[in-house]
C-alpha cells in the first residue's frame, strides 16, 4: 500500500484531515480598520499623579492643591485625547487615500482622472480672494448672501455626481473625515473647558479664603465657602 502523500502545495492540515485554505493577502488599505467609533479616544495612559490617593487634610493648602491637580489633570487628558482623534482621522484618511491609489492602479486608472485647474485659473482665484469685500453689507446678517457662517451645511455624500472619479471620490471623503474630525474635537474641547472654569472658579475662591485668614478680622470680607463636589 503506498504511504505518499495527496497533501496540496500550500495547504495545511487540520485535526480532522482536512485542508485549511490560506487566508486572502489584504491590501495596505484594507489592513486599517473601518473608523466606526471615536470613543476608543477617550482612553489616555494614567500617570502615577493619576492614582495616587489625595490627602485628606481638609486645610485650605491642601484643598488649593487638590484643585491644582485636577485642574492639570484636565489639561493632561484634554491634550491627550485630542492627540488621539487626531491619530485616528488621520489613519482614516490615510486608508482613503491608499484605496484610491489601489484602485487606480488596478483598474489602470491613473492617467484618467481629471487634469488640475490650469495656471490662468489659479491666479484667477487668487486674484478675486486679494480683491476687497464688497461694501455696503452688513456680514453679521444671516440674511446676508456673503455671509458664509450662515450658509446651508452640505453632505458631500448627498452631492457627489454618480460619475465621479475614484480619486475625486477619496478626496470627498478625506473632506467629509476632516469635518466630522473637527466637530468631534471642537465638541470634546468646549466640554472640557467648561469643567475646566468650574474648577479654576473653586480655586480662586479656596485662595482667597487663605488670604483672608492671613488678615486681621477687621480687615476680611465674607467669603463664601467654596464646595469641593
Excluded: C
Aim: charged residues 30%.
Amino acid at each position: 500500500m503506498s504511504s505518499h502523500s495527496n497533501r496540496r502545495p500550500g495547504a495545511h492540515p487540520t485535526g480532522g484531515g482536512q485542508h485549511q485554505p490560506q487566508p486572502p493577502t489584504l491590501r495596505p488599505s484594507q489592513q486599517i480598520p473601518h473608523l466606526v467609533n471615536v470613543a476608543p479616544s477617550m482612553f489616555v495612559p494614567l500617570r502615577k499623579e493619576d492614582v495616587e490617593p489625595p490627602s485628606e487634610d481638609d486645610e485650605p493648602s491642601q484643598r488649593i492643591a487638590r484643585l491644582k491637580r485636577i485642574i492639570e489633570t484636565i489639561d493632561y487628558h484634554t491634550a491627550a485625547v485630542k492627540e488621539n482623534y487626531m491619530w485616528m482621522f488621520e489613519r482614516e484618511m490615510r486608508r482613503y487615500s491608499l484605496d484610491a491609489a489601489e484602485r487606480e492602479e488596478e483598474f489602470k486608472l491613473r492617467d484618467l482622472h481629471p487634469p488640475g485647474p490650469a495656471e490662468a485659473e489659479i491666479d484667477a482665484v487668487f486674484a478675486s480672494m486679494e480683491r476687497p469685500a464688497p461694501e455696503g453689507f452688513d456680514y453679521n446678517d444671516p440674511n446676508n448672501p456673503f455671509n458664509v457662517k450662515h450658509l446651508p451645511e452640505l453632505n458631500p455624500q448627498e452631492v457627489m455626481p454618480r460619475d465621479v472619479s475614484v480619486r475625486e471620490k477619496a478626496m470627498m471623503d478625506i473632506l467629509t473625515v476632516v469635518d466630522s474630525g473637527k466637530n468631534e474635537i471642537d465638541g470634546y474641547q468646549n466640554h472640557m473647558k467648561n469643567l475646566r472654569s468650574t474648577y479654576v472658579e473653586l480655586l480662586g475662591r479656596e485662595q482667597e479664603r487663605l488670604r483672608q485668614a492671613a488678615l486681621r478680622p477687621e480687615e476680611r470680607t465674607r467669603v463664601q465657602d467654596a464646595p469641593m463636589g
